[in-house]
């Protein structure tokens, strides 16, 4: 069985396959000044798309949704469909290291809880010049909330993503990387339980099943447990922060 398969299966049928909610994102955008007809959004690694349908329904922006992953596009064509947002979404493939768009395309940047994935510095190194001066950047990254760490969870989010640090670093990655610090918060509790780790858990029987209960099926979703154990004992410790910067001339 392929992994990618299970990921895929896994998460395309939530909201979210990372942390955050709706309140966040209307909070990031609360710091950016009103997206109006002519502004346009780029959303990287876009999921199935919850960040995407909220952008639509409260700013008047044309937004670009782009993933790597066709079985969360298709999730959220149907979204927009449904919403009759056809004229304002655009939904394409496209890897987030390879963007091809016009340097200065975009007024903003957005983007939860994916830029791990080529890390923060260098996303945010590559995505700036499809921005315009002055343009903006919201994205979300896991960052520590403490100078210092239990040894466990330490140990545990090096290995997974050595980039990782205090938000006073990511703070100076951003300003480093040629923008200028807006605002940033941390994401709540709700966002890592209510609309990530309780939509998994609650379809776990029904995962199970359609894999009829292979051992790497239990594997895999136990890893799911042990990352959600983690963030119940160790969450003083670390979170997604929303960060919202604004591109230097
Ligand atoms: N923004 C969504 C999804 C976050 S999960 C949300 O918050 O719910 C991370 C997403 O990044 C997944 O949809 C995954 O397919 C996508 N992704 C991972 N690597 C990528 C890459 N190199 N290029 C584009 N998308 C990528």
Not at 127 to 145: F, Q
Not at 169 to 174: A, D, E, Q, T, Y
Not at 202 to 219: G, H, I, Q, R, T
Request: charged share 30%; proline share 2%; hydrophobic share 35%.
């Amino acid at each position: 069985m392929d992994l990618l398969e299970l990921i895929i299966e896994y998460h395309k049928d939530n909201e979210r396959q990372g942390p955050g909610s709706k309140e966040a994102t209307l909070k990031a955008l609360s710091y950016l000044p009103y997206l109006n007809e002519k502004s346009r959004i780029l959303d990287i690694g876009c999921g199935t798309g919850g960040q995407t349908i909220t952008l639509a329904e409260n700013t008047d922006a044309h937004i670009t949704a782009i993933d790597k992953l066709p079985q969360f596009l298709e999730k959220l064509i149907q979204k927009v469909k449904e919403n009759n947002l056809a004229n304002r979404i655009v939904v394409k493939e496209m890897l987030m290291d390879r963007l091809s768009f016009a340097e200065k395309s975009f007024d903003v940047i957005w983007s939860e809880g994916t830029i791990y994935n080529i890390g923060f510095e260098k996303g945010l190194s590559l995505w700036k010049k499809y921005l315009i001066d002055n343009g903006y950047i919201a994205v979300s990254e896991i960052s520590w909330l403490t100078d210092i760490r239990p040894e466990e969870i330490e140990q545990y989010w090096v290995n997974a993503y050595s980039e990782i640090d205090t938000i006073e670093n990511k703070l100076s990655v951003i300003e480093k990387c040629g923008y200028t610090n807006v605002a940033h918060f941390v994401l709540d509790d709700k966002c890592w339980i209510d609309n990530y780790y309780q939509p998994l858990f609650e379809n776990e029987k029904a995962f199970l099943k359609k894999y009829d209960y292979a051992d790497e099926v239990k594997e895999f979703i136990e890893e799911s447990k042990i990352e959600a154990d983690l963030y119940n004992r160790f969450k003083d410790y670390y979170s997604y922060v929303f960060y919202i910067a604004k591109k230097k001339l």
